[in-house]
């Protein structure tokens, strides 16, 4: 209707505008009109390069993300495509903070997309732990983007990485444990190159649920050391 196109057109215009409550204005478009037809393209477009002003305005209150919940992953993968060391560290701390697991993992994917190959980025020492504090959270929608995360950044020592994956060897084969979370173990072991994991991937098999043994089977014939 009209009034659509007037708001999708002032998301438009406001990337003209370089004022600081910009900001503020395109991110209340965005909790209350981010689900209208192309409204998301709309300020995403008028950010330019200012992404990570935007997140931060976002996220201030993520209690009240609202319609700007869809545009969270996208803004990420955004900022992460840019591959600046602050502001991708500035956004990794953030993430961390949230309190809500369902927005930092929307967030982890949208930062995990942009990112084909592991990269060299100087990020702060605060932004590499606050990467791996969330590569060990218990909610594996979290864990396992922000594993990939702490590989692709190259953010981990080799000892750290050795833990790391005789952690999750030790969830792989904990019985205890949900179905999630060893599906998780499986994708996170199934790109690392170590000689223990293929025996771990078998030695699971006969108490693996029949989702979790799509997994593993998957795993074996792909690695290449089986």
């Not at 009209?2 to 998301?11: F, I, T, Y």
């Amino acid at each position: 209707d009209s009034d659509s196109l007037v708001r999708l057109q002032a998301a438009l215009s406001l990337g003209a505008c370089h004022e600081p409550r910009v900001m503020q204005v395109l991110a209340h478009l965005a909790r209350e009109q981010g689900n209208a037809p192309w409204m998301d393209t709309a300020i995403l477009t008028s950010l330019a390069e200012r992404g990570s002003n935007m997140l931060f305005e976002l996220l201030s209150e993520p209690d009240k993300i609202g319609q700007a919940h869809s545009l969270l992953g996208p803004l990420c993968a955004a900022i992460s495509a840019r591959h600046d060391a602050k502001e991708l560290s500035a956004a990794l701390v953030l993430v961390n903070q949230l309190a809500d697991p369902k927005l930092q993992a929307i967030c982890l994917s949208g930062i995990r997309q942009s990112l084909g190959s592991s990269i060299d980025v100087a990020l702060t020492e605060e932004a590499r732990n606050a990467t791996k504090t969330m590569a060990r959270a218990s909610d594996p929608a979290v864990q396992g983007p922000a594993t990939l995360l702490v590989r692709l950044l190259r953010i981990e020592t080799p000892d750290e990485r050795s833990a790391r994956i005789a952690a999750a060897n030790e969830r792989l084969g904990d019985v205890a444990a949900s179905v999630d979370r060893r599906v998780a173990a499986v994708a996170e072991l199934i790109t690392e190159d170590d000689p223990a994991i293929a025996p771990a991937l078998v030695a699971s098999l006969p108490s693996a649920t029949p989702m979790l043994r799509d997994a593993i089977l998957d795993a074996i014939f792909w690695r290449t050391d089986r």
